[in-house]
Each structure stands twice: as structure tokens, then as C-alpha cells.
């Protein structure tokens, strides 16, 4: 295992960070809590999963501007889709509280390399309509923008965004390789975290998570990732950073071991999404990629 000791970059995720909004929230759930716990567990699960759009950099305007635009619906919002280049397609999957502008330099690495780049923002990101996500839903959407694609090579995902691509591959997605990066492979200790983070009583999460799994028609066993990951029969290229600060690196270390076929590249120093950025993490993107591209050439 790459050393842990060298200073880790600070979390980006909200649930990592300290915030003087917590405690408010905090206390008037606890207190709806105890008088309203259907009203509490409805409000708990907006604000789990309320999305947020952040602003675009210069670069990422710049590289989606050029972009031949398209919409498809999906989660019943009408998606915003990207794509660029000719050649192999490859989907590419955004994280949580992101968008598609934030895959431009994978994106530009593929076109180089040969192949066609095609990205989306998803339900409540970007330019995408609605205000709320989660990862079933970002895996329809993978879904859907692959079905107007067509013929898929590959998907690559970011964060939450790999997840989804687990998830949509393990349910029929079909694809000859994967990329994700920085992905979380125990997507339920995120819904703990949120519980403990804002002190929600044991009769409150259960009343939510029993309404989440009712209106995404899922089961809480059905987002076991690595489980899900033992399905698949296609090469995968797990991209992780040992400081990662937001998904630890044993959880890229559980997925890799978990699928077939799968090789974990590690990274030191960038995070949870400056790897995104890296030279040299596109590059291994791109030949990993590319290998599978000259693979079907052959056959």
C-alpha cells in the first residue's frame, strides 16, 4: 500500500466538512423528529438528495461550447448531453454536486486518442433539469445517453459517477471496458453518514430509506457495489488516490478485488479530484482504453 502518511488534501464532500449549518439542521430535525416522523423522514431525504450546480471554470465553458449538443429524458428530467469526435464511443459519468465540464481534459485526451467522447449532466446538475439525484438515477441516465449513443466501448466514471456505471453495467449496460475513478464502493455508509451527521433518529431513517427504496424501486442490498462488481465479465481500470479525503482508497481497493478482470492503478497527492486533472492519470485512461479499441480491430 502507497505511504498514507504524506498530508492529505482537505474533503470536498459536505459531509466531510464542517459546516455551521449542521447543527441548526441538526436540532429542528431532532425536534420535528419526536412530533412528525413522516414529515422528518420526507425532509430528510430532500435534503439528502438535494443536488447543487456548481460554477463552470473558463476551460470546462470553453470545452462544452464546442460540443455537439444533445437531450434525452431520463429519472423524468430532460438530460443535457455532450459529445465530441469520431470513433469508439466512450461515456463518461460526472460525480455528485458536478458536471460534465469537469471530464473535459478525459475527454479531449480520448478524442486524441481516437475516439468519441460523450458526457451528460445529470438530473439537478449542470444543465440538466431538476433539483435532486442518486446514484440509481445517474445510472438511468448512463443508461439512456448510451441508448441514444448507440454502441458503446466504454464507460468511464467519476465518484459517484462510478458507481452508477457498476450499477447500470450489472443491469444490462453493455460495454467492452471500464474506467472508474475515485469511485465509492459501500454507497450505504453514506447514507449512515448522513444519519449520524444530522443526529436522525432510527425510526426517521427507516421511514426514509423505506421511502427511497419504494420510489427508485430498489433495495438497499441492491447497491452493494462490489457485489454487483462480481457480475461483470469486462476488463475494468480502477483509478484511485490513496488521500483520498472523501472515499477512502480501501474502497477502490474492495472493488478492484471484487471484479474480475480488474487492475487498480493508485495515486498519491491528488485527492479526490485533481486526479481528474492528472497528466498521468489521463494518459493510463487513455491506454487502458485504447488497448481495448485495437483488441476489437484484431478480432
Not at 462510478?162 to 443491469?171: I, K, N, S
Not at 465509492?184 to 444530522?198: E, K, L, M, N, Q
Not at 479530484?273 to 480491430?297: H, M, N, S, Y
Request: aromatic fraction near 6%.
Amino acid at each position: 500500500m502507497p505511504d498514507s502518511r504524506l498530508t492529505p488534501p482537505t474533503p470536498s464532500h459536505p459531509l466531510n466538512r464542517t459546516d455551521h449549518r449542521v447543527h441548526a439542521i441538526r436540532l429542528g430535525l431532532q425536534a420535528l423528529g419526536r412530533i412528525a416522523p413522516g414529515t422528518t423522514a420526507q425532509l430528510a431525504e430532500a435534503l439528502f438528495v438535494k443536488t447543487a450546480r456548481p460554477a463552470l471554470r473558463r476551460q470546462e465553458a470553453e470545452w462544452l461550447a464546442g460540443a455537439e449538443r444533445f437531450t434525452v429524458r431520463a429519472a423524468g428530467q430532460t438530460i443535457a448531453g455532450y459529445a465530441w469526435g469520431r470513433g469508439p464511443s466512450v461515456v463518461l459519468a460526472h460525480g455528485w454536486w458536478s458536471h460534465a465540464g469537469r471530464l473535459g481534459s478525459i475527454a479531449e485526451a480520448l478524442v486524441a486518442g481516437g475516439m468519441r467522447a460523450v458526457a451528460f449532466d445529470a438530473p439537478g446538475h449542470g444543465q440538466s433539469t431538476g433539483w435532486r439525484a442518486t446514484m440509481p438515477e445517474f445510472a438511468a441516465t448512463l443508461r439512456a445517453v448510451a441508448e441514444h449513443e448507440g454502441k458503446l466501448h466504454a464507460v468511464v466514471g467519476h465518484s459517484l459517477g462510478g458507481a452508477a456505471c457498476v450499477f447500470a453495467l450489472a443491469r444490462g449496460l453493455e460495454a467492452t471496458r471500464a474506467v472508474t475513478i475515485a469511485a465509492p464502493a459501500d454507497i450505504g455508509s453514506w447514507v449512515v453518514r448522513f444519519r449520524d451527521t444530522f443526529g436522525i433518529s432510527d425510526r426517521v431513517y427507516a421511514r426514509m430509506q423505506s421511502n427511497m427504496e419504494r420510489r427508485l424501486r430498489v433495495t438497499w442490498q441492491d447497491l452493494d457495489i462490489p457485489v454487483l462488481a462480481r457480475r461483470l465479465e469486462i476488463p475494468a481500470l480502477v483509478v484511485h488516490d490513496v488521500h483520498d479525503p472523501d472515499v477512502p482508497w480501501t474502497e477502490a481497493q474492495t472493488l478492484a478485488n471484487a471484479w474480475p478482470g480488474a487492475t487498480l492503478h493508485t495515486t498519491e497527492r491528488l485527492g479526490h479530484r485533481l486526479v481528474l486533472r492528472d497528466a498521468g492519470v489521463i494518459r493510463r485512461v487513455v491506454e487502458f482504453l485504447g488497448e481495448g479499441k485495437q483488441q476489437k480491430k484484431e478480432k
